[in-house]
């Protein structure tokens, strides 16, 4: 059974940093791409970050580049989203999923975690 654990989320003030981990089991990341999105109230689930292990390419949402770093650890199994200078707009919950490509939207990631949620005061 695939088994995605998101942690790492809480409060934080604007400039801030967090790091969320998303620790997966019932599979290897060897043959899956590992995706974080995030949703707010109102708003459509959008996809922030995504990593391929099989050809070591990361994808970044333009409003997080330079911001927000993925990473993985094979090792764990587990998945990082490293995010720095946080801003008021990057309050969400924020979700891993594992797929088979970063080029899909959401909806076609078959396993989900069940979310932290980031919260950056201004």
Not at 48 to 68: E, P, T
Not at 84 to 106: F, H, Q
Request: glycine share 12%.
């Amino acid at each position: 059974e695939v088994q995605l654990v998101e942690s790492g989320g809480g409060l934080v003030q604007a400039g801030g940093s967090l790091r969320l981990s998303c620790a997966a089991s019932g599979f290897t990341f060897d043959d899956r791409v590992i995706g974080w999105f995030r949703q707010s109230p109102g708003k459509e689930r959008e996809g922030v970050s995504c990593i391929s292990r099989s050809d070591g390419s990361a994808y970044y949402l333009d409003s997080v580049k330079g911001r927000f770093t993925i990473s993985s650890d094979n090792a764990k199994n587990t998945a990082y989203l490293q995010m720095n200078s946080l801003k008021a707009e990057d309050t969400a919950v924020y979700y891993c999923a594992a797929g088979s490509s970063c080029d899909l939207p959401p909806s076609y990631f078959p396993s989900w975690g069940q979310g932290t949620q980031v919260t950056v005061s201004s």
